[in-house]
């Protein structure tokens, strides 16, 4: 079966071509046939589209506004070009979707029909920067594609069996009644890196205690005990827990209230100050990139010490927090962007946590492929993986239309 894969963003698309009937020789991720992006915003009334396919790439920009139009030009790409892997779209057999927000609805992925896209439009308030595009997506390929199954996997489906006492909030009861609630991200990198793990260890993931660790310009950890999410650090939206890289993460409500009444700040200018002015780029005042903000320290930069200062600190804080959801530890898994990528941040992060038998290598460098960087002798592995969640979405799509 040829899986097409589409995380559909507000700025930009994402896509590959899965083929899983051919043989994979790792038994682990299979190489995409295709790829392709869009990115809106190249430039004002353009899109840059980028595919690669047939062991060629190709960049154009498009005189393009219409996201539905960019998308036909995307899927073009597949059957016509440079980049043709197809000889017809008919050969697509399903679209699997990235899915920012499930709510309660939904703890698994699903096959989308008109319920399902209106459940996600329902959702719409607890995610206006992502479901917005993701069910436009949906749409898209339908007006594409016709009748080809489309597979919504949820992002927050494998944070949905934590207990109750780990996702309620601690307002007033009318919040559990209206659905507010800790519901967690990132959960599709989350699952995929805690099973790769579990794997690398040869164990079964039920048998485990692991922190998952997704550090990209989002950030959030995952406590999976038993095979399951049991913790998780963001919450009813994905702005809170850790220090991100434009948002500020967990903040004393009452700053909100303090600046709305004193400072006049409307709800609006709230939303943008703590999702796009916030984290590493507000502190360092340099860049919402790790990797900028780590050169500018080195550079001398106070402010940009003090932003990798305090991501540390908070790092360390609520990966003590997962610690203790989990009962003890058996792995730490590190992953996205800045986890896959800093060796800053993994010496860092781990220190506290001697205690407990976690101690890594001397010499840490980033590898091509995944790697324990744990220390020979320690009581703790540590893995840096590669997340796959494109993969992830493509089996999820295979595993509900073709089950065993």
Known sequence: MKIFVLNAGSSSHKSCLFDLSQGNADGQVARPLWRASLDWTHAEGSVELTASGAGEETVTVLPLTDKGEGLEAMVETLVQGQTQVLDDLAEIGAVGHRVVHGGCDYQQPVVVDSG???????????????NPANLQGIEAMERILGGVPQVAVFDTAFHSAMPPAAFTYPGPYAWVEQGIR????????HQYVAQRAADLMGRDLEDLKLLTCHLGNGCSLAAVKGGVCVD???????????????????????ILIYLMRQEGYSADQLDRLLNKESGLKGLSGVSNDMRVVAEAMEQGSDQ?????????????REMGGMVASLGGLDGVVFTAGIGENTPLVWRRACEPFEFLGLRLKAELNRAQNDQDIAA??????????????????????????QPA
């Open 116 to 130: 399902v896209k209106e459940t996600i439009r329902q959702l719409i308030p607890l995610a206006p920067a992502h």
């Open 182 to 189: 800790r519901y967690g991200f990132h959960g599709i990198s």
């Open 232 to 254: 998780t650090t963001m919450g009813f939206t994905p702005l809170d827990g850790l220090m991100m890289g434009n948002r500020s993460g967990s903040v004393d409500p009452g």
């Open 304 to 316: 940009a010490q003090l932003a990798i200062g305090v991501f540390i600190h908070r790092l360390r």
């Open 376 to 401: 020979a002798d320690a009581a703790v592995r540590v893995w840096v993986i590669h997340t796959q969640e494109e993969w992830a979405i493509a089996q999820a799509c295979a595993a509900l239309l």
